[in-house]
């Protein structure tokens, strides 16, 4: 399969300028709030364009379509979640379980809080599932989770450590999503977030004995 992007899914510039940033981020935010009204199936350019206060033509300067708007905010998205991976698997001065512990919470949270947009990029994977930067996104989550474990199970093969690190992150990001497409109360996700937390840090304690 080829895995190079299509040109119509790649944005056409970066902005350069101050007001040209300022341009590009109300464009994202204005597609962020149609995309969370209408769903991906409704998304189109021109509702954006309405939603920001621009023209049709001044969000082209910057994406060629709907599609290339969509994997933008994809894009920053798993960006996002690769940094949250980052800050708090690496914080090494708390215990790794506390961290892991600190990242279940802050995810599941993550989830239910953007769970609109979420979904609705999710009917729109097809357009970016095979795209390189998702495949460098989950490159390197799996590279931040295998650190970690290497530190939370130094004894263990590096076989065990793939296979722990694959199936907490399979878990969590399924069972995040699922949970989240249903809105939630404060103490859902707390007692949510605990439980899973609890159960990763068993499955790891366990295979430390």
């Not at 097809?126 to 199970?153: C, K, N, T, W």
Request: net charge negative.
């Amino acid at each position: 399969m080829n895995n190079r992007l299509s040109p119509e899914i790649i944005s056409r510039k970066e902005p350069k300028q101050a007001r040209s940033a300022v341009l590009v981020a109300s464009i994202l935010e204005a597609a962020v709030q149609v995309l969370a009204k209408e769903g991906a199936h409704r998304f189109t350019t021109a509702r954006v364009a309405e939603k920001a206060g621009v023209s049709v033509g001044s969000v082209y300067q910057y994406f060629p379509n709907k599609a290339a708007i969509l994997f933008r905010l994809q894009s920053d998205e798993w960006r996002q979640t690769a940094g949250l991976l980052c800050d708090i698997l690496e914080e090494v001065q708390r215990p790794p379980l506390e961290r892991l512990r600190a990242l279940v919470h802050a995810f599941i949270r993550s989830e239910c809080d953007e769970a609109v947009v979420r979904v609705a990029l999710d009917d729109a994977a097809p357009l970016y599932r095979d795209a390189p930067e998702a495949q460098e996104v989950r490159a390197s989550g799996g590279r931040i989770f295998h650190v970690f474990m290497q530190e939370v199970l130094p004894e263990a093969s590096k076989a065990t450590h793939a296979l722990a690190g694959n199936l907490i992150m399979t878990t969590l990001s399924a069972a995040g999503k699922q949970f989240s497409e249903v809105p939630r109360a404060e103490a859902e996700i707390e007692a949510y977030a605990d439980a899973m937390a609890d159960m990763f840090c068993a499955y790891l304690e366990g295979l430390r004995r």
